[in-house]
């Protein structure tokens, strides 16, 4: 069983820059497609992005709204995965949550499993 934490969220203007962090207690992160989703208050928990495992390549993919903003990265030796999130705006305000995913691409939460418990993300504009 997979334990993820998420931690590094914060209060930041728009325009600024924050790195989550979603660490594994238990569990080696590289073996799986590892997601990020963030949920709105009063939104349904939406896609951000996804590292495919690292034995299938370890490709990325990402929502249209944050392409070219947010990066998904991931420390092996640290058994972390990151979020960087650079000229962030006050619509991706949202509690952030990652998680791990199945063998093959995927965008939808369903799919999704060993959900951490978050850490909340607010943009001031």
């Known amino acids: 069983q997979v334990q993820l934490v998420e931690s590094g969220g914060g209060l930041v203007q728009a325009g600024g820059s924050l790195r989550l962090s979603c660490a594994a207690s238990?569990?080696?992160?590289?073996?799986?497609?590892m997601g990020w989703f963030r949920q709105a208050p009063g939104k349904e928990r939406e896609f951000v992005a996804a590292l495919a495992a690292r034995w299938s390549g370890g490709s990325t993919d990402y929502a249209d709204s944050v392409k070219g903003r947010f990066t998904i990265s991931r420390d092996n030796a640290k058994n972390t995965v990151y979020l960087q999130m650079n000229s962030l705006k006050s619509e991706d305000t949202a509690v952030y949550y990652c998680?791990?995913?199945?063998?093959?691409?995927?965008?939808?939460?369903?799919?999704?499993?060993?959900w951490g418990q978050g850490t909340q993300v607010t943009v001031s504009s």
């Open positions: 238990e569990g080696t992160l590289s073996r799986y497609r």
């Open positions: 998680a791990t995913g199945p063998p093959y691409s995927s965008k939808r939460s369903p799919d999704y499993s060993n």
